[in-house]
């Protein structure tokens, strides 16, 4: 399996500009994950699917944030609009039926709002 | 409400020594998941062991076990004869299953450095 898959690696924009992450979970997986890590407030769960439907999105620090699933295999993050403090890699992560439990994460997006 | 704390920031270790990295959790629930995770420098997030609260033997991966005193709510990593590549940040993690929804909390993590 190739494991979690996210594009951009890395993003550049101005502020004001839309912004949209995508992850590709693993196969077989029902549970996606995205998280954001900065020096200041470490790794922070944002939003969580399970079976394609929001669970948990406590964590959206506003409404400039929203996320999707439309499928089992795809999600996105989008930031409308974005803003300097927004910079930080953001992870995608997820997790199968199995019982384990353990996340699997993606290589993350490093973003830069200028 | 759960909570996961790393009290070391940062740590070092020689080359093919041992070290232990120490985590504490609070929570009321009785079953549970604990995790650890590291990530070097390449920023991949890598499961290093899991441990499931209702088990009382310590899990081992390997270099790496861990020491989990449920009473007192620790969780600590300890890692043996450690080796360049373990040069990482490493985070603890637990987990709660409700009802069919996850409820992951990560501590802070602690900056491990291993010296040649």
């Known amino acids: 399996d190739a494991g979690v898959i996210q594009s951009p690696r890395h993003e550049v924009t101005e502020m004001g500009q839309e912004v949209t992450l995508r992850c590709k979970p693993i196969?077989?997986?029902?549970?996606l994950f995205w998280y954001r890590q900065t020096m200041m407030r470490g790794l922070e769960l944002l939003i969580y699917?399970?079976?394609?439907?929001?669970?948990?999105d406590s964590g959206m620090p506003e409404d400039r944030f929203s996320a999707k699933m439309p499928n089992a295999s795809f999600s996105t993050l989008k930031i409308q609009p974005s803003e300097p403090r927004d910079s930080a890699v953001y992870f995608c992560?997820?997790?199968?039926?199995?019982?384990?439990?353990?996340?699997?994460f993606g290589p993350g997006t490093r973003l830069t709002v200028t | 409400a759960q909570t996961v704390t790393q009290s070391q920031p940062e740590m070092s270790v020689q080359e093919a020594e041992t070290v232990t990295l120490s985590c504490t959790y609070d929570?009321?629930?009785?079953?549970?998941?604990l995790f650890w995770y590291k990530q070097p420098p390449s920023r991949q997030m890598i499961l290093v062991i899991r441990?499931?609260?209702?088990?009382?033997q310590n899990a081992t991966e390997n270099r790496f076990s861990v020491n989990f005193q449920k009473a007192a709510k620790s969780f600590s990593l300890k890692i043996s004869d450690s080796q360049l590549g373990d040069t990482a940040m490493y985070f603890c993690?637990?987990?709660?299953?409700?009802?069919?929804?996850?409820?992951?909390?990560f501590g802070t993590g602690t900056r491990l450095k291993v010296l040649a």
């Open positions: 441990q499931e609260a209702y088990k009382q």
């Open positions: 196969s077989g997986h029902n549970s």
């Open positions: 929570t009321s629930e009785n079953n549970y998941y």
């Open positions: 699917f399970n079976n394609n439907v929001p669970i948990d």
């Open positions: 993690a637990f987990m709660k299953r409700t009802s069919g929804t996850y409820k992951y909390i």
């Open positions: 992560a997820s997790s199968g039926p199995s019982g384990s439990y353990e996340q699997y």
